[in-house]
Nanobody
Framework: QVQLVESGGGLVQAGGSLRLSCAAS????????MGWFRQAPGKEREFVAV????????DYADSAKGRFTTSRDNAKNTVYLQMNSLKPEDTAVYYC????????????????WGQGTQVTVSS
């Protein structure tokens, strides 16, 4: 069992930055790939980024490439999402999730989910 708690969301102006954190409980954190998803009102949950269990590999949605960076600290059971050059269209609830090995990008590939943290980017 893995429990995930996101933090770091908030209100930021366009062009600003935020760093989201996702703290995990459970001794098996390091065995999971960790993904970030987001969901805006009226839209489906969409993939943002994923990092492999070791932290050695990452993958990003096209909308996140060049602006977002995900990293993890397995000693602290924490994964991060650094978001720079934020745009109003990045406004959404952001979720972290623990999934199978590799670099999964679909929600059904993830077993555990956090409760989400709101990110609002004003223009």
């Amino acid at each position: 069992q893995v429990q995930l708690v996101e933090s770091g969301g908030g209100l930021v102006q366009a062009g600003g930055s935020l760093r989201l954190s996702c703290a995990a409980s459970g001794r098996t954190f390091s065995s999971y790939a960790m993904g970030w998803f987001r969901q805006a009102p009226g839209k489906e949950r969409e993939f943002v980024a994923v990092i492999s269990w070791s932290g050695g590999n990452t993958d990003y949605a096209d909308s996140a490439k060049g602006r977002f960076t995900t990293s993890r600290d397995n000693a602290k059971n924490t994964v991060y999402l650094q978001m720079n050059s934020l745009k109003p269209e990045d406004t959404a609830v952001y979720y972290c999730a623990a999934g199978s090995r590799g670099l999964p990008s679909r929600p059904y590939e993830y077993k555990y989910w956090g409760q989400g943290t709101q990110v609002t980017v004003s223009s």
